[in-house]
């Protein structure tokens, strides 16, 4: 039986497992394709459900690589959620997407889960066009509270009598946006249900037991009818005997769940806390909880890692997992090889903390991601992690900037996004000297598009007083970091996810000539103007073309001069950039040669006008044509049409 195959994989205690028809590794799960054959099984059959369900997972994840822990965690939750509710019909809007591998295993991809996060095949996250399960598209975090509560007043303008429910996590229940849309759903008082999964908090058998219980007494039909007869009574009573009412009953819900009070000063009717692997406490509180209306909140308490000894022990390091053999866990990364650009940045923060006591380093919850392990624990006195709230990122850094501080805010190129406001109005229109170390730029493999930073340049550089660059290699980004805080005024340096081309990093700092770039090779008729990794490209090409390479280092201020230079001693000028080409490095160079009214041929080459699908890095940049072969295929057919000859003609 596969569910017991090893002492990492712990079954949950009550699984039927003699039932399970034996040589069949997942006799259940095999029998269902979508949540109506779920919805066929007796109630007393989904423990069992729920262990073929999980070791089905840690099989899976084993071989493809993955979100793993936080999955794990969810697998009871998601059966509970398609055995109550009427999905596809009623709508279930899942947040961030990471945990959502056992609402696809349900919901007919079980087959295919062996292409998870590759190239063509199962999304690692939520996406509308690859199931009607899928009822709204997420990578980021905190968007399903709003979307959900969309949903639900779309259902109610169409007199539809479809359920809407939103599945949280309390990670993203720390970004302002959650509460936003909280707060307009309360004020509403739209038929919403919102289920937080708590993956953080712990019960005490007791007091979790006495809360499963009166929360399904507080959720079912008759609590519900004395409540609303309660109310009509004492409508015709004096302000204080309604005040009196509503305080007892806060604080008969205070005593047995004390986030509670929260959620209902927002205009939500709380239930919980209850334990999240208990399924017929979740299915029989689900039950109740449909048959409600308003705005109501199920607080649902899990573990992350569920089942898997390793992965409960260790949830942050079983987050997101490359393939591992489930009997031995995850190996230790093997010395040797380069750094990747996230550990440069890492050893350049605590060397230049070491320097300058004036130096902070904020994070939205990328502590592990950002590369700022090390820093946290040397310097735990001048690090903030702000939890999934990059707007409050970037303001506080301009806060701590605006009283002679230095802040370093480390952040992935997607997540930006998401403060760009803040960027404008809070640190570049002042002019504060604060730093942005932009992890994950370009194309960023299995994660796809929620994740690529596909926008950078062309979202920083029509900003004014931001000084923004993109390193070539490994000892350049160390530089350029050095270069950007020493600057008084805002400044980014963009890097791309992984290793870069090898070249060991100088221990010496020293700031770069701002706006300057470097002609690192000398050729005939074709110049490459390359940017950040793109450089190494060029080079691998230059020879074959006898072309220019310049790595143009700078992306604002732009190298106006050297790029005027290059254009009046070469025929053709080729822009590289692993960025979208509309109004990214490459327009930049087309602006200043317009502005100055000097023609030459050029190409702008980078990323294509579409959202770039999952896949290995590799694969996505031959499948953009940014590889070296791709790039030198572009550059022929554009020298062909141009002139009817072959490139190495020309």
Known sequence: MAVITHPLIMPLTGTDLTAMTPGTAFPLLEQIDTPPDLRKLPEARLPALACELREFLIQTVA????????????????????????????????????????????????????????????????KRCESAYDTFGVG?????????????????????????????????????????????????????????NDNEMSISPNVGALSAHLTKLLSGQLFSS????????????????????????????????????????????????????????????????????????????????????????????????????????????????????????????????????????????????????????RFPDRYFDVAIAEQHAVTLAAGLACDGLKPVVAIYSTFLQRAYDQLIHDVALQNLPVLFAIDRAGLVGPDGPTHAGSFDYSFLRCIPNLVVMAPADENECRQMLYTGFQLNQPAAVRYPRGKGSGVVPQRQMRALPVGKAEIRRR??????????????IAEALAERLDATVVNMRFIKPLDEATVVQVAAEHRRLVTLEENAVAGGAGSAVNECLAARGLRVAIRNIGLPDRFVDQGERGELLADCGLDAAGVFRQLADWVMAHTGSPILDS
């Open 63 to 126: 071989k493809t690589g993955g979100h793993f822990a936080a999955n794990l965690g969810t697998v009871e939750l998601t059966i509970a959620l398609h055995y109550v509710f009427n999905t596809p019909e009623d709508r279930l809007v899942w947040d961030v997407g990471h945990q959502t591998y056992p609402h696809k295993i349900l919901t007919g991809r079980r087959a295919r889960m062996g292409t998870l996060r590759r190239k063509g095949g199962v999304s690692g996250f939520p």
């Open 140 to 196: 980021h975090s905190s968007t399903s509270l709003s979307a959900a509560l969309g949903m639900a007043l779309a259902a109610e303008r169409a007199g539809a009598e479809r359920k809407v429910v939103a599945v949280i996590g309390d990670g993203a229940m720390t970004a302002g946006m959650a509460f936003e849309a909280l707060n307009h759903a309360g004020h509403l008082k739209t038929d919403l249900l919102v289920v937080l």
């Open 226 to 377: 004395m409540r609303e007869g309660g109310k009509k009574v004492l409508s015709h009573m004096p302000p204080p005997v309604l005040e009196v009412a509503r305080l007892a009953e806060e604080h008969v819900k205070g005593m047995f769940a004390p986030g509670g009070t929260l959620f209902e000063e927002l205009g939500f009717n709380y239930f919980g806390p209850v334990d999240g692997h208990d399924l017929p406490t979740l299915v029989r509180t689900l039950r109740n909880l449909r048959a409600l209306d308003g705005p109501r909140l199920l607080h649902v308490v899990t573990r992350k890692g569920k089942g898997y000894k390793l992965a409960e022990d260790e949830p942050v390091g079983y987050h997101g997992v490359g393939v591992f053999d489930p009997a031995l866990g995850l190996k230790p990364a093997k010395p040797g090889g380069g750094p990747t650009y996230t550990q440069i940045f890492s050893e350049w923060l605590c060397d230049m903390a070491e320097r300058d006591e004036r130096l902070v380093g904020i994070t939205p919850a990328m502590r592990e991601g950002s590369g700022l392990v090390e820093f946290s624990e």
């Open 523 to 536: 050729g005939r008729e074709l110049a490459l103007l390359a940017f950040g990794g793109m450089v190494e």
